[in-house]
């Protein structure tokens, strides 16, 4: 049974930081692709970062700069540490992976508030 489950959201002020983790089980984490999404009240949900297995990351231009991904495989765990946080960075975040091309899993989601 595949689980993904994200922590480290929370309310934090303009300009400040947080870091989402997301732990999984169930699969062969060192070969997957993972990604962190967002979804905004009223919008559709978007990806936000990606990390393969070896390493290449992938960044949405608006946090370009400001987020990173990583991930530690030894702890079958990717990260996503936020920076200079926005008010429109506010959303639940969601941790991704895809088994294949038609099997994808999803984690539950972490509320990131950010107040101006």
């Known amino acids: 049974q595949v689980q993904l489950v994200e922590s480290g959201g929370g309310l934090v002020q303009l300009g400040g930081s947080l870091r989402l983790s997301c732990a999984a089980s169930?699969?062969?984490?060192?070969?997957?692709?993972m990604g962190w999404y967002r979804q905004a009240p009223g919008k559709e949900r978007e990806l936000v970062a990606s990390?393969?297995?070896?390493?290449?990351?992938n960044y949405a231009d608006s946090v370009k700069g400001r987020f990173t991904i990583s991930r530690d495989n030894a702890k079958n765990t990717v990260y996503l540490q936020m920076n200079s946080l926005k008010p429109e960075d506010t959303a639940v975040y969601y941790c991704?992976?895809?088994?294949?091309?038609?099997?994808?899993?999803w984690g539950q989601g972490t509320q990131v508030a950010v107040s101006s």
């Open positions: 991704h992976t895809r088994q294949s091309i038609e099997v994808e899993y």
């Open positions: 169930g699969i062969f984490f060192s070969i997957n692709t």
């Open positions: 990390i393969t297995s070896a390493g290449t990351t």
